[in-house]
């Protein structure tokens, strides 16, 4: 038997397929090469405008500082305006938030979801039925469908009622109890004297 490798022969027509799948694959690499360099370029655009719009609510945050520490003693007017100086900057936090699909929880009524929220602690409140959200301790978001923190909430638990001695008494301890001090003596229930009554009557 002959060790020398096997020629095999491939049609024009065979040749002209294989070259055509090559060139659509080299094709297709350089599309996707391209895509990647958009796609690279784009994530880059937009995180540029993030750090901007971030910077801009630090810009805010940094001026009001640089107000306090020049003015320590503020007028009652910049007092007054403060909060709602405040709440501007904080709705612009979220604006930049809320373009990037990061949105706050919205919890329907005021049982705690388990799927939404937190409970970090509760507290004795009996105006209110029992598990009853009370207050909100920090806001949870969600990055579409995804939740990226949940709400931590503080829910209502009913105080305990005192309960009786004797209702708090352990059983056990009821059964320990020797039967004469739970039964009534049936002798002094026979004879209704008293020892008083006897005493007088002897005499």
Do not use: H, W
């Not at 038997?1 to 024009?12: F, G, I, N, R």
């Not at 659509?24 to 090469?33: R, Y």
């Not at 910077?55 to 709602?84: H, K, T």
């Amino acid at each position: 038997m002959s060790d020398s490798p096997q020629t095999y022969l491939l049609s024009q027509e065979l040749r002209d397929l294989l070259m055509q799948k090559l060139g659509n694959l080299q094709k297709e690499n350089v599309l996707l090469q391209q895509s990647l360099r958009e796609q690279q370029t784009q994530i880059a655009a937009n995180t540029e405008d993030l750090f901007l719009e971030f910077l801009e609510v630090a810009d805010a945050l940094e001026a009001l500082l640089d107000y306090l520490e020049n003015n320590p003693n503020p007028s009652p007017e910049f007092i007054e305006r403060l909060p709602r100086t405040v709440r501007v900057v904080n709705r612009k936090f979220l604006s930049v938030l809320g373009k990037r699909q990061v949105l706050p929880i919205e919890l329907a009524g005021n049982q705690p979801d388990f799927n939404l929220c937190r409970v970090v602690d509760r507290e004795v409140r009996n105006d209110v039925e029992e598990q009853t959200i009370t207050r909100i301790v920090r806001r949870g978001f969600r990055l579409g469908e995804k939740i990226l923190r949940p709400t931590e909430v503080i829910t209502s638990k009913l105080e305990s009622q005192p309960e009786s001695e004797l209702e708090s008494q352990p059983e056990s301890e009821l059964e320990s109890q020797p039967e004469s001090e739970l039964e009534p003596n049936p002798e002094l229930e026979s004879n209704p004297e008293s020892e008083s009554d006897k005493m007088i009557t002897e005499t």
